[in-house]
């Protein structure tokens, strides 16, 4: 390792340990932290930031397991790569933010804002997305097995190739989503919103 950059890091690390994480954007102004760069990777499990504005941060391939987001600003973040399993973001504002390859396993995110944004192979499976706005979304392989997604706005979405397998669609808006080779088998689509939806090669039942 470089030795300025190992004095660097360890710098980083010292700056870090002396602000109790209550608040990551408090943190970052304290500690002097870049939120393009110093953020990346970082462990933050089971860290509580509820309520916290952290528009466009990078949290690429962060660990935020168990972390508590709920109803926090993330508008145009970067948690591509990021662990998010079992975290709580009810309420959470993240239209625009990237979530590419993002792993979401048994996550909070009812109610959450997420239109626009790139959960593009990410992983969703056992997530509970109730009434979560996913307007516009690029779902693109993503794994949604198991997930609910009861009275979700999804109208626009991209969910090509998604695996929607004994997922929770009830009374979801699907009005012009993209379904296409997407798999359905055992999904819940009663009373949803199929106006304008592609389905092209998409396995299982409709209803």
Known sequence: MDKEFGQELQSLSERIVQVPPERLSQLVKTATLDPQRDLVGMDLEGCNFSGDILNDFNLARADLSNADLSNAILGGANLN?????????????????????????????????????????????????????????????????????????????????????NAILSNADLSNADLSNADLNNADLSDANLNGAIFRDSPGDLL
Do not use: E, P, T
């Open 81 to 165: 790569g990021a662990i998010l399993s079992n975290a709580i973001l009810g309420g959470a504002y993240l239209s625009g933010a990237n979530l590419n390859g993002a792993i979401l396993s048994n996550a909070i995110l009812i109610y959450a804002i997420l239109s626009d944004a790139d959960l593009s192979n990410a992983i969703l499976s056992d997530a509970d997305l109730n009434g979560a706005n996913l307007k516009g979304a690029n779902l693109n392989g993503a794994i949604l097995s198991n997930a609910i997604l009861g009275g979700a706005y999804l109208s626009n979405a991209d969910l090509n190739g998604a695996i929607l397998s």
